[in-house]
């Protein structure tokens, strides 16, 4: 296949299309793999976590199947509130509606022919001080 390697362009448009949008008065960014709290902690944002493209190849033309998991993250901090689902719930559907539309790969040569999107189990990790709530999306693009 003569076509780049989407993954760091599939990030880009992702980061371009949610980070900074703002869900029940929050802002909400976006990061890729891991979020280290450097002088501010966030108590909700979104990781651009495990990525894989594979070729596709067929009698017509060839592909890239595309896949990258998006892991909604909310922290509440408190023992004695553990907080709830709904910010991460709330947060989970912004991402899906900014994501209705096929990614714009623009200046990488690459065009999204489709774009799917499933939502795995949800994870509730109990913290000494708090709790953590993440919900996942993931993203299949077939690339041109």
């Known amino acids: 296949m003569n076509k780049p390697i989407p993954d760091p362009f599939i990030r880009k448009a992702i980061f371009n299309a949610f980070n900074g949008s ?7 960014n976006v990061y890729d793999s891991r979020y280290t709290s450097v002088g ?4 909700a944002y979104v990781l651009m976590t ?6 596709s190849y067929n ?12 892991e909604v993250c909310t922290i509440y901090k408190s023992v004695s509130n553990v907080g709830s689902r709904l910010l991460a719930d709330n ?11 096929n990614l714009d790969l623009s200046g990488s040569g690459l065009v999204v022919d489709n774009q799917l999107m499933s939502f795995p189990s949800d994870l509730t990790t109990p913290l000494q ?11 299949e693009i077939r690339i041109k």
Do not use: H, Y
């Open 22 to 28: 703002i869900v029940d008065n929050k802002t909400i």
């Open 40 to 43: 501010t902690n966030k108590e």
């Open 50 to 55: 495990t990525q894989s493209s594979d070729v």
């Open 59 to 70: 009698k017509c033309s060839n592909f890239w199947e595309s896949d990258i998991l998006l």
């Open 91 to 101: 947060i989970l559907e912004a991402l899906r509606q900014s994501l209705q539309t």
């Open 129 to 139: 001080n708090g709790s953590l709530f993440r919900k996942f999306l993931r993203l």
